[in-house]
């Protein structure tokens, strides 16, 4: 395949809602890191405590059920942490295909934000 890295903006509606202003002008950009084949992979926000208030981790993976067309964005084994929460979900996943677009869900204090995504740019 040869992506390295697909760059998608995900924005919630209500900058003045649950969220508050963690996410700047009620954004953020997600770069997904796709093994080969590109179910899953490794995930990071360009600021780096966007989704991951721990500030970005080496445990932060996704994996994409391509039959459901949903990504599940993970993070776990902090300071001994086993588990392994979805924190964020993109649906409407198809491919990596630029323009792509969808729906998902941001877990912020145990509650689902609703969110909606574009993929705006790739490396390959």
């Known amino acids: 395949m040869g992506l390295k890295k697909a760059f998608i903006t995900a924005q919630y509606s209500d900058p003045n809602g649950e969220l508050g202003n963690r996410w700047k002008d009620g954004k953020t950009e997600i770069v997904l890191k796709p093994n080969d084949p590109p179910s899953g992979g490794s ?53 990596y295909k630029l323009g792509a677009k969808g729906e998902g869900l941001f877990v912020f204090r145990g509650k689902d934000v609703p969110i909606v995504w574009e993929l705006t740019s790739m490396e390959f």
């Open 43 to 95: 995930w990071d926000t360009t600021r780096g405590s966007d989704i991951d208030s721990g500030g970005g981790s080496n445990h932060a993976t996704y994996a994409w059920d391509i039959v459901n067309h949903v990504i599940n964005m993970k993070i776990g084994g902090y300071e001994g942490d086993t588990t392994n929460k979805t924190v964020t979900s993109l649906s409407r996943f198809n491919d």
